[in-house]
């Protein structure tokens, strides 16, 4: 069974406003970072009201900005090497952040629902950082760009959001949207218009901005094609914040507790060991509800399966 290969009907999706949605937790730091940045553009501009709005606007950009966004010239970023993390959150234009924003959520949504709430960010931050790599390479190996080098910087979301449509899309190409249209629009051509309308961009001089934007696109594809192998290039990551998280959590699980599936799951009865009849209830169907919404339906057993078939028939 592949990975987009299912439909059963008693889902309990992640809401949009859950702790543990990542997606949404994804557009909130975003949106947070775009209103701090934007509002200490602001007082920039009330405390220079005598000088010109572009001066100011580079006044800020020279003091402030440059701390949180990738420089081109690569001496610099040997000493502002965190900037490899804080330019995929920070943007400047209004119109930037929700064009941004909009997409992630488009797309973000159903990879999501998909994989589970894992997978997301992962990609988000590799797509930003194949992005910068592709930034860094035209400046510092085109000649036309040159000139730049010492002044031009690169940040936003965009690199991150192009990797998310690009996995979104090579993991369920005829995923359907608009149902009510004649049947629906395939994903591919929403993606196709996106990618096509943001590489327009390569023509002017944001030729190497919208460069980026390609090896978001390349660590997206290459992202789903390993996880479609059975090879998460995520996982060290999410393992890396558990572990971050419960070093500040007491009531972390003992290693010693027995699993969940054991204590819950199955009610041997008095019957000889390993054979084990499971308990069909509303609780375990929540249990495993749960474990899609985290790790994707492709991470459940073929009991479970099983089991979401059952309670699918039971519901008709």
């Not at 369920?172 to 009510?180: A, E, K, N, V």
Request: charge should be neutral; hydrophobic fraction near 45%; glycine fraction near 6%.
């Amino acid at each position: 069974m592949g990975i987009r290969e299912y439909d059963y009907r008693p889902r309990k999706r992640t809401l949009f406003g859950d702790d543990n949605n990542s997606l949404f937790n994804l557009i909130v730091i975003n949106v947070v970072a775009f209103v701090l940045l934007y509002f200490v553009l602001i007082i920039f501009y009330l405390t220079h009201s005598s000088e010109q709005s572009e001066v100011v606007r580079q006044t800020f950009m020279n003091s402030v900005f440059k701390w949180v966004a990738v420089p081109a010239k690569l001496s610099d970023l040997l000493y502002r090497p965190w900037t490899i993390i804080t330019h995929m959150f920070a943007h400047l234009s209004v119109w930037q952040v929700i064009g941004n924003m909009f997409w992630l959520w488009a797309f973000g949504y159903i990879l999501q629902d998909l994989t589970g709430n894992d997978k997301i960010i992962p990609v988000y931050i590799y797509g930003s950082i194949a992005g910068i790599i592709l930034y860094l390479l035209s400046f510092n190996l085109i000649p036309i760009l040159q000139p730049l080098l010492t002044t031009d910087m690169y940040y936003g979301g965009g690199a991150g959001v192009m990797a998310v449509a690009v996995a979104t899309t090579v993991l369920t190409p005829d995923y359907r949207i608009f149902r009510q249209l004649n049947g629906g629009i395939p994903l591919w051509v929403i993606t196709m218009v996106y990618v096509l309308v943001d590489f327009a961009g390569l023509a002017n001089d944001s030729f190497a901005h919208h460069f980026a934007h390609l090896g978001g696109a390349i660590m997206g594809f290459i992202f789903i094609s390993r996880l479609k192998k059975g090879h998460d290039m995520g996982e060290w990551m999410n393992n890396a914040w558990d572990w971050i998280i419960n070093l500040f959590n007491p009531a972390k699980p003992s290693k010693k507790q027995k699993p969940v599936k054991e204590q819950v799951f199955y009610n041997t009865g008095g019957r000889r060991p390993f054979k084990k009849t499971a308990n069909v209830t509303e609780q375990r169907i929540d249990e495993i509800l749960d474990k899609i919404s985290q790790k994707g339906y492709h991470m459940l057993t073929e009991e479970e399966k099983e089991i979401l078939r059952k309670a699918s028939e039971d519901n008709e």
